[in-house]
């Protein structure tokens, strides 16, 4: 799957949907690739923010949000290491802990990342996270010229 800027391998064939999002005080409009395989749900979000100065705010947003509609416990916060981006500190890769709406019990890992003020967010979401695939997901992401 390719934005226009990005590249994700997705394990599944995905539907693509836009919705505008409050985000860091700002509207933005996201549009999401996702998809469901081996009882994961894989996702890549992609939006522009117009101003450079707003994506570190609407990139923390996006993962205190996670954090937030999940109900859940960050486990694990590292630097989202994705290829083609300059390095910034909201660039992050979460591990959370939480609750879908019905009550289960749910795993996600989450990464944010710009490309001048274009926001991403790479999602898997399940009951379990399998290392490999999850691993090779985020691996895989890249963002830069030339990419599709």
Same mark, same amino acid.
């Given at each position: ?8 391998? *997705? ?8 919705r ?20 994961l749900?894989w996702a /890549?979000?992609?939006?522009?923010? !117009? ?7 609407? *990139?923390?947003?996006?993962l205190?949000? /996670?954090q ?16 083609g ?14 609750r879908?709406?019905? !009550?289960?019990?749910v ?10 003020s ?7 979401? !399940?009951?379990? /996270? ?13 963002? !830069?010229?030339?990419?599709?």
């Amino acid at each position: 799957m390719a934005d226009a800027s990005a590249v994700a391998m *997705l394990p599944c064939r995905p539907k693509v949907s836009t919705r505008t999002v409050s985000l860091a005080g700002r509207a933005v409009e996201l549009s999401m690739w996702a998809c469901r395989a081996d009882g994961l749900t894989w996702a /890549l979000s992609a939006g522009e923010v !117009g101003d450079v100065a707003q994506v570190e705010p609407v *990139l923390r947003a996006l993962l205190t949000g /996670l954090q937030a509609n999940l109900q859940g416990e960050v486990e694990r916060a590292a630097p989202a290491g994705v290829r083609g981006v300059l390095p910034r500190s909201a660039h992050e890769r979460w591990r959370v802990r939480g609750r879908k709406p019905d !009550g289960e019990g749910v795993l996600c890992e989450s990464a944010v990342f710009a490309s001048g003020s274009r926001v991403y967010q790479a999602t898997v979401l !399940g009951e379990r /996270l399998p290392s490999a695939a999850v691993d090779t997901f985020f691996e895989a992401l890249r963002v !830069g010229p030339g990419v599709s």
